[in-house]
């Protein structure tokens, strides 16, 4: 949807807030979609589940592919939202577990390279196609890169993959009274408030605060992509042993390079810089986060580990839907486009500040 932003406001005829809503939407359907599926199909085998909600995610874009007005495209991106949550949460969890416990973080950082090659080629391609053949038929290519994923999921995928006992509301909530994992949740919303509240903008505050050229554009997300994709790797290998110090660190970087975007976005070579560092940064925190979750789940509530991951994945999105949001209306205030970066900014300090107080007040091994 990055990408798409301005194409698709200019032909369904809404502002570029309006159309950064749909991005609001698809979060909102992760958030809420993820917990309540993982809730209903717990005893359902996990090859099986994720084959399923592989379906939906077809489903899903295929509704936005033929949408000809805004309600019925944020009905297709809520649908595809619905399965991201499952899909990522049990996914990562199943990929912590098939490994050594000294390589999870970069276990979870190997799945989670489907999200960064798709911010590598995904985010490019589907703006190039969007903007030279309709943004309609983005969405049907990715429809079809959904089957394609189907298919390599049933064959590729084992079966007979550990389950977690089936889980009650009751342990639900247990989960989310859990004082440490609250903590570990709201790292999770406010860097990614942080990250989507700039992101989401990102080529209208290109286009209009730099002057890049839609083109140009197109090879900045390449180029944003590509240091992604170095940021989660890397991020996974310095993770692996203690994850909230890691972060720490990463959300004070991530919250300086925000603050110098705002200043540098009218300077276009400065800008290059910026970007790249942004896109490392950004992404370099996915992986620390998801294990840690994964590990205070193990340590204080055993047996919730899926639930955690996956309302982690709902904590992404839900910092997505705030970040996106805000970011709006901060583009429609004085502040314009260009004020996205500080208001990144202050939601990654937030971050910051919380990944401080869990080094100081937790009492688990993994963070000393």
Not at 98 to 125: D, K, Q, S, Y
Not at 163 to 190: C, E, H, I, W, Y
Not at 278 to 293: E, K, N
Not at 339 to 353: C, D, K, P, Q, R
Request: charged residues 10%; glycine residues 10%.
């Amino acid at each position: 949807m990055v990408g798409l932003l301005p194409t698709i406001a200019n032909d369904l005829r809404i502002s570029i807030p309006t159309a950064g809503s749909i991005v609001t939407f698809y979060a909102l359907g992760v958030a809420i979609g993820g917990p309540v599926i993982t809730a209903l199909t717990s005893r359902v085998p996990r090859k099986q589940l994720l084959l399923c909600i592989l379906l939906l995610f077809i489903v899903g874009n295929a509704i936005a592919a033929v949408a000809s007005v805004f309600w019925l495209l944020a009905i297709g991106r809520v649908l595809s939202g619905f399965c991201h949550g499952v899909f990522i949460g049990i996914g990562a969890n199943i990929a912590s577990t098939l490994v050594p416990e000294h390589r999870r973080a970069t276990a979870i950082a190997i799945m989670f390279t489907g999200l960064t090659v798709a911010m590598v080629t995904g985010v490019p391609l589907g703006t190039f196609i969007g903007e030279h053949y309709g943004w309609r038929f983005t969405f049907a290519g990715v429809a079809f890169l959904g089957a394609l994923s189907f298919v390599a999921n049933f064959i590729l995928l084992p079966g007979g993959l550990a389950m977690s006992k089936p889980l009650r509301l009751a342990d639900q909530v247990k989960v989310l009274k859990n004082t440490s994992l609250l903590r570990g949740f709201a790292l999770t919303v406010f860097s990614f408030a942080g990250v989507f509240g700039t992101f989401t903008y990102l080529s209208p505050l290109l286009e209009k605060a730099t002057g890049f050229s839609r083109d140009a554009v197109t090879l900045l997300l390449l180029l944003y992509g590509v240091f992604v994709a170095l940021g989660n790797m890397v991020g996974g290998k310095v993770s692996n042993k203690a994850p909230v110090k890691a972060l720490v660190i990463l959300f004070g970087l991530l919250t300086v390079v925000l603050v110098l975007l705002f200043f540098i976005v009218p300077f276009k070579v400065p800008t290059l810089f910026v970007l790249a560092a942004m896109g490392f940064f950004a992404f370099s925190i996915v992986p620390g986060m998801q294990l840690y979750v994964v590990q205070l789940a193990e340590r204080h509530l055993p047996g919730t580990e899926d639930v955690a991951s996956t309302l982690n994945i709902a904590a992404f999105n839900i910092g997505i839907a705030m970040g996106s949001s805000i970011g709006g209306m901060v583009v429609a205030s004085a502040f314009g486009v260009r004020g996205v970066a500080l208001e990144g900014a202050l939601f990654v300090l937030v971050a910051f500040v919380f990944g401080l107080v869990s080094l100081v007040r937790s009492d688990d091994s993994f963070n000393r």
